[in-house]
């Protein structure tokens, strides 16, 4: 059995990606948290990008980047999460790498500093999850009864709105039946609830209060009339 060291970041979605394979597939493994404000010299060294998450493979060998790294848990370890068609797998993959996308826009929707730019990242949201809304099957997971690596990819993702919900209803998700459903689904799932902290929320709440756009504005809002 190889051993294997996580490397990540408490907020990092591409990190809680790697965790969320690694617990459905029952493979044991350490995990060790970085603080990317203050990269110290043993992360530098092993990271040629300065980025988490990294895979430590038996001690030696690093892998960067979620997607080798999944891909990587796929080859080496069992209960498969692609599907075995290769052309159902290749189109999984283009959806993983939707994910990406949609995790770029939130990126944008939360650093966003004037109204029209917020109003305008809301909507590229709104328009990417429509296009999730129509790739989805009948559920309960994305193709269906089998938990996949596109689940563990978008668990992180919803997990945002967990927290963007408590702020306003910005109506990002609205009107997507199917979308909601599976969002309840991969939020009631174990890998997907304990691949984060207990204090995710706040911390996340702390950083986009640092980002000073629209919607840490709106934080700022709720957290000052809480005090």
């Given at each position: 059995?190889?051993?294997?060291?996580?490397?990540?970041?408490?907020?990092?979605?591409?990190?809680?990606?790697?965790?969320?394979?690694?617990?459905?597939?029952q493979?044991?493994?350490?995990?060790?948290?970085?603080?990317?404000?203050?990269?110290?010299d043993?992360?530098?060294?092993?990271?040629?990008?300065?980025?988490?998450?990294?895979?430590?493979?038996?001690?030696?060998?690093?892998?960067?980047?979620?997607?080798?790294?999944?891909?990587?848990?796929?080859?080496?370890?069992?209960?498969?999460?692609?599907?075995?068609?290769?052309?159902?797998?290749?189109?999984?993959?283009?959806?993983?790498?939707?994910?990406?996308?949609?995790?770029?826009?939130?990126?944008?929707?939360?650093?966003?500093?004037?109204?029209?730019?917020?109003?305008?990242?809301?909507?590229?949201?709104?328009?990417?999850f429509?296009?999730?809304?129509?790739?989805?099957?009948?559920?309960?997971?994305?193709?269906?009864?089998?938990?996949?690596?596109?689940?563990?990819?978008?668990?992180?993702?919803?997990?945002?709105?967990?927290?963007?919900?408590?702020i306003?209803?910005?109506?990002?998700?609205?009107?997507?039946?199917?979308?909601?459903?599976?969002?309840a689904?991969?939020?009631?799932?174990?890998?997907?609830?304990?691949?984060?902290?207990?204090?995710?929320?706040?911390?996340?709440?702390?950083?986009?209060?640092?980002?000073?756009?629209?919607?840490?504005?709106l934080?700022?809002?709720?957290?000052d009339?809480?005090?």
């Amino acid at each position: 059995m190889q051993s294997l060291t996580l490397v990540s970041h408490a907020l990092c979605p591409y990190a809680q990606r790697a965790a969320i394979a690694l617990r459905v597939k029952q493979v044991p493994f350490r995990q060790r948290t970085v603080d990317l404000a203050a990269k110290p010299d043993w992360f530098l060294k092993l990271s040629p990008l300065g980025k988490v998450p990294l895979l430590l493979v038996n001690g030696e060998t690093v892998l960067f980047e979620s997607n080798v790294i999944l891909e990587f848990l796929e080859e080496t370890e069992g209960n498969p999460l692609h599907p075995a068609d290769p052309l159902r797998r290749a189109n999984h993959r283009s959806w993983i790498e939707f994910g990406s996308a949609i995790l770029n826009a939130i990126a944008r929707f939360y650093s966003a500093r004037e109204a029209d730019e917020f109003q305008a990242e809301t909507a590229r949201l709104a328009a990417l999850f429509d296009r999730v809304e129509s790739a989805l099957e009948e559920g309960p997971w994305f193709c269906g009864k089998h938990f996949s690596l596109v689940d563990a990819v978008y668990g992180p993702i919803f997990r945002y709105f967990d927290t963007f919900d408590r702020i306003s209803d910005f109506g990002i998700l609205d009107k997507k039946p199917k979308t909601a459903a599976w969002r309840a689904k991969l939020g009631s799932h174990p890998a997907v609830r304990e691949a984060v902290g207990a204090d995710y929320d706040r911390a996340l709440t702390e950083f986009v209060l640092g980002r000073a756009g629209i919607l840490g504005g709106l934080m700022a809002g709720q957290v000052d009339n809480a005090t």
